[in-house]
């Protein structure tokens, strides 16, 4: 009963989530779709939150966040110093498995990051990525590009002009998929396998908020919906 009177008091009441384009859960074609948008959405229905959707890139998002800028934003890694500014919810949207790409030509002698060393690599600008990745770029031992989208440093891999691209192992493959690029592939195991969350300004009018979230995206786990959302995007990206 408590919940449901909080959630009727809440109708009619609109949240502006941002993210950034990030295909396959957020993509930017012909209206916002993805999976992470889709679940984004459906809990905002269950809710009764009319939820806006808008795209911002990743740098501008996290410096406008942690100054108290944008009371919404979703997928961001967990971490100590996001924690001073952003509530979490406990129920992560997606899984991201960080993931090296190489070209196949020369994935027979780059099994690890080790072995990249010397050699440039590819990351989405703003982009949190590992403790591993961040301390070989801080030692100079490896040499970062940032870019502004995954398709920009897929084609610049597959012309040469970078040697590796660490990105999440489906977006790196529905962008290779999508540009046809068949010289390419991913190398296994991942680096790291983190969750990622929908994340609230830090501020107690938003803890219900959060709680609220909580409830919503762990029925939508239970019901089978997130399932069922991914497997939409799975089959579409023709990934298994």
């Known amino acids: 009963m408590l919940w449901s009177l909080t959630l009727q008091a809440q109708q009619n009441r609109s949240l502006t989530c941002l993210s950034a384009a990030y295909p396959p859960y957020v993509i930017d074609d012909d209206g916002l779709t993805g999976i992470d948008v889709d679940v984004v959405r459906e809990a905002g229905r269950r809710l009764g939150l009319d939820i806006k959707i808008r795209l911002e890139p990743w740098k501008r998002l996290e ?62 600008r ?23 989208r995954d398709e920009q440093s897929m084609k610049m891999l597959a012309l040469g002009r970078v040697h590796a691209v660490l990105t999440n192992a489906d977006v790196g493959q529905h962008v290779i998929r999508k540009l046809g690029l068949d010289d390419i592939e991913p190398l296994m195991p991942p680096m790291s396998i983190t969750p990622a969350y929908l994340v609230l300004r830090k501020a107690s009018e938003f803890e219900t908020l959060r709680d609220q979230f909580n409830w919503a995206l762990f029925e939508i786990l239970k019901d089978g919906t997130y399932e069922r959302i991914r497997e939409r995007y799975i089959d579409e990206t023709g990934s298994d």
Do not use: W
């Open 63 to 124: 410096e406008a966040l942690s100054a108290g800028l944008r009371d919404c934003v979703f997928s961001y890694f967990k971490t100590d110093p996001r924690k001073a500014y952003a509530m979490y919810t406990s129920v992560p949207l997606h899984i991201t498995q960080y993931t090296l790409f190489v070209r196949t030509d020369q994935a027979p002698q780059t099994r690890t990051l080790q072995d990249l060393f010397g050699k440039t690599i590819a990351v989405n």
């Open 126 to 148: 703003g982009f949190q990525t590992t403790p591993e990745f961040e301390s070989a770029r801080r030692q100079g031992q490896i040499k970062v590009i940032e870019v502004g």
